[in-house]
């Protein structure tokens, strides 16, 4: 069955980057995207941005531009999310998510994700 | 960028009872909408795409319905593994959003 399965928690201090993986099975990894959300302790959901594994594109929320950077692996079938510049305000945890994409209006979307790796957990603490 | 209401944000219910979620956005998404659950210390899941498509293996006591800028979120007779919290996310927009989230607690 399709699987995404992420990397263990991480402490950071403030200032350092992380990077975390998400590693995919059951399905071919060119033929869906991977799409990054993080939930700070109590808060809604957050979207990041997608990875399109098929052509390398990539799109940013304007919240993280220029401090992440999501890459690919297609040998390994794994996705990675890298965040710098870490603040004690990104300390959350944080989710990858399937999805493929749509076009509408000019824009391509990603659909709604499925499935979601279980989540990594990202402390940011001097 | 899309500004949506989740309604309400807390809800308490018994077994059995029907409930309604309400999600609603400051523009029309037409059917490009999605809801989640969530249960503490979880990823989300998928219960419902395109405002009314049942996700393959979710209950058919879950049920979506709506277009435009108002969408609902019904359990026909909840069940105890419910209880968790559920998210509605549009998803013809940048940057792509969640509801602030509907808490469903046991009465």
């Known amino acids: 069955q399709v699987q995404l399965v992420q990397s263990g928690a991480e402490v950071k201090k403030p200032g350092a980057s992380v990077k975390v993986s998400c590693k995919t099975s059951?399905?071919?990894?060119?033929?869906?995207?991977i799409n990054w959300v993080r939930q700070a302790p109590g808060q809604r959901l957050e979207w990041m941005g997608w990875?399109?594994?098929?052509?390398?594109?990539?799109r940013y929320s304007q919240k993280f531009q220029g401090r992440v950077t999501f890459t690919g692996d297609t040998f390994a079938g794994t996705v990675y999310m890298e965040l710098s510049s870490l603040l004690s305000e990104d300390t959350a945890v944080y989710y990858c998510?399937?999805?493929?994409?749509?076009?509408?209006?000019?824009?391509?979307?990603?659909?709604?994700?499925?499935?979601w790796g279980q989540g990594t957990l990202v402390t940011v603490s001097s | 960028d899309i500004q949506l209401t989740q309604s309400p944000s807390f809800l308490s219910a018994s077994v059995g009872d029907r409930v309604t979620i309400t999600c609603r956005a400051s523009?029309?998404?037409?059917?490009?909408l999605a809801w989640y659950q969530q249960k503490p210390g979880k990823a989300p899941n998928l219960l419902i795409y395109?405002?009314?498509t049942l996700q393959s293996g979710v209950p058919s006591r879950f049920s979506g319905s709506g277009s435009g800028t108002e969408f609902t979120l019904t359990i026909s007779s909840l069940q105890p593994e419910d209880f968790a919290t559920y998210y509605c996310q549009p998803l013809n927009s940048y940057p792509i959003t969640f509801g602030q989230g509907t808490r469903l607690e046991i009465k």
């Open positions: 395109a405002a009314s």
């Open positions: 523009q029309g998404i037409r059917s490009y």
């Open positions: 990875f399109n594994p098929a052509n390398v594109n990539t």
């Open positions: 998510a399937r999805s493929t994409f749509f076009y509408d209006g000019g824009t391509w979307y990603p659909t709604s994700f499925d499935p």
């Open positions: 059951g399905y071919t990894f060119t033929s869906h995207g």
